[in-house]
């Protein structure tokens, strides 16, 4: 069951998404993570998204056969999981092994702008 926030971010959580399906099908591996990265940031407050976009960056590692990737996904569910709902997220961070998962980042500003566009319509 999502909540408003869940619901309210999903459209550009789901277009990061997709960019990141269609740069993976054009051969561009990294920049489809890049994408997998913002959705994390976009929806990381909301558990669905969080653990779905985790789940996701999961499989791209496993189709890249990188496995300090797929241990530290197994490793960012399991918090997402847990945490998410706890508040325990820190802001900007971008999900991927190559960030501590304690570390807060700075947020582009046009995921921030649809981050407070969801946010305000709770």
């Given at each position: 069951m999502m909540n408003k926030f869940a619901r309210n971010?999903?459209?550009?959580?789901?277009?990061?998404?997709?960019?990141?399906e269609a740069r993976e099908a054009e051969g561009f591996a990294a920049k489809a993570f890049q994408h997998l990265e913002s959705a994390h940031v976009l929806g990381q407050e909301s558990t669905w998204w969080h653990v779905k976009v985790h789940c996701l960056m999961l499989s791209w590692a496993v189709r890249q056969n990188?496995?300090?990737?797929?241990?530290?996904?197994?490793?960012?569910i399991i918090g997402a999981i847990s945490k998410t709902a706890l508040g325990l997220v820190p802001a900007g961070n971008t999900?991927?092994?190559?960030?501590?998962?304690f570390k807060k980042l700075p947020i582009k500003p046009e995921n921030q702008a649809a981050i407070t566009k969801a946010k305000q319509r709770t």
């Open positions: 971010i999903a459209d550009d959580v789901k277009s990061e998404i997709l960019l990141a990188d496995a300090k990737e797929c241990l530290g996904q197994l490793f960012r999900g991927g092994t190559n960030v501590s998962p």
